[in-house]
């Protein structure tokens, strides 16, 4: 493990125990589930690119080019894995609740594949997230650390 990957192992600490406080909530299927969107979508995971940065909690994956995505007010993500370009649907719901639906992509072979496939996991599992200044958390309805993702600059 790389010096900067130690520098993000308390921030990612302190983010799974602040969500971990917040575990009491209801799990998949509950009334909290998002619902529908029927307007536009607002907050600061909103109009955002955000660039892959961690799968789980420390472990890099190497990608010719960086993946990303970004979700617009309309509720429509669109994005990068690593290998495909792909685009969908968000719903974001009470206490940081998100669901990615309805993701498509194209179809490249690439050498990366298997990385590519860790992206597109982490957003489909995707069940909540946390924003911590720069940094994009998202969490498994487990409440395990997924991944994580870097505000672009």
Known sequence: MTIKNWRLLPWLASATLLLS???????????TDPE???????GPVIEQ???FLLNGTNEKLDFDQTPYFRIASDG?????????RFTGQVELGANQRIAFNQ??????????????QHVTNMLTN?????????????????SRVLGGWREAD
């Open 49 to 51: 690119r955000w660039n």
């Open 76 to 84: 429509s993500v669109s994005g990068y894995d690593g290998c495909n």
């Open 36 to 42: 529908p969107v029927g307007g536009s979508l607002s």
């Open 103 to 116: 993701l498509a992509s194209t179809r490249m072979a690439c050498p990366g594949m298997e990385n590519a």
């Open 126 to 142: 995707a069940y909540r997230y946390l924003i911590d200044h720069d940094r994009l958390v998202f969490f498994g309805p487990d």
């Open 21 to 31: 406080a917040c575990s009491s909530a209801p799990g998949p299927g509950s009334a």
